[in-house]
């Protein structure tokens, strides 16, 4: 036994051995709970960065990514004074929700070919667009689904800012519309320096219909056809006492 102790003491490195890494981030929570009364929430970020060569510290990036969706793009143009569809787009690997944050605006930090590596920043995403329209081109339906989903409040318009509480600690907030969609998000975070990522780290972030709204999400995609005579039947029932009602008054 007393062999056995003093192996495992040598083989342990001492303590001025240890790795130390050079980036630790969480969230203040890893559930996005949407209830009934659910109206959008903020996910806390927070973490620490270790000191670069030469005593300078490095630069911040978050990126949060919800599951990829097929998105259909339509263009219109107007004929003799209507609106009809002209042209569409098919999209297979959009992000479902995407926002950016960083200590410092994205083009100082890194080339645009490690900004396209590591797809941060809506321009450098890689997105798979099918086109076929013969009157527009890719960078047009790509642009019309940045400004789509940034309507809808699921794309950032612009760079969050990441607060610095001091050289080392970070912190910034993330928020999640009422709209959002359910879905695993991973939730990456880059310390970058010299123009280069020298660590990385993703948590997941799980965005959850929970309660009775879960339930009937659950039956309307697992039931659809029942679902869809139970919604009919409703609607004829209210239909029928609304006409009773006005008959009697």
Do not use: C
């Not at 004074?81 to 042209?87: L, Q």
């Not at 083009?107 to 490690?114: E, G, K, N, T």
């Amino acid at each position: 036994m007393k062999r056995l102790l003093l192996l495992l003491v040598l083989l342990i490195p001492a303590p001025s051995a240890w790795a130390v890494e050079p980036l630790v981030a969480d969230l203040s929570k890893h559930l996005v709970a949407i209830t009934t009364g659910f109206a959008g929430t903020d996910v806390l970020l927070f973490g620490a960065i270790e000191e670069m060569d030469g005593g300078k510290a490095g630069d911040v990036v978050v990126v949060v990514r919800g599951p990829n969706k097929a998105e259909t793009l339509r263009r219109k143009d107007r004929t003799a004074g209507i609106w009809i569809n002209s042209g569409i787009a098919k999209v297979d690997n959009a992000p479902s929700f995407y926002q950016v944050a960083s200590t410092r605006p994205l083009d100082q930090l890194a080339s645009p070919a490690i900004l396209d590596r590591h797809q941060i920043g809506l321009e450098h995403l890689d997105l798979d667009i099918r086109v076929k329209d013969a009157g527009s081109n890719l960078e047009q339906y790509r642009q019309a689904l940045f400004r789509l989903n940034q309507k809808k409040g699921l794309y950032g318009d612009k760079v969050l800012d990441i607060g610095m509480l001091s050289q080392r600690l970070f912190r910034t907030d993330v928020h999640f519309p009422a709209n959002v969609p359910v879905g695993v998000y991973m939730v990456e975070v880059y310390l970058m320096s010299g123009g280069q990522v020298v660590s990385a780290q993703t948590t997941p972030l799980v965005v959850s219909k929970i309660g009775i709204g879960a339930d009937v999400f659950d039956f309307a995609h697992h039931q659809a056809a029942a679902y869809g005579l139970i919604a009919i039947a409703l609607a004829a029932l209210a239909g029928w006492l609304a006409a009773v009602v006005f008959k009697k008054a």
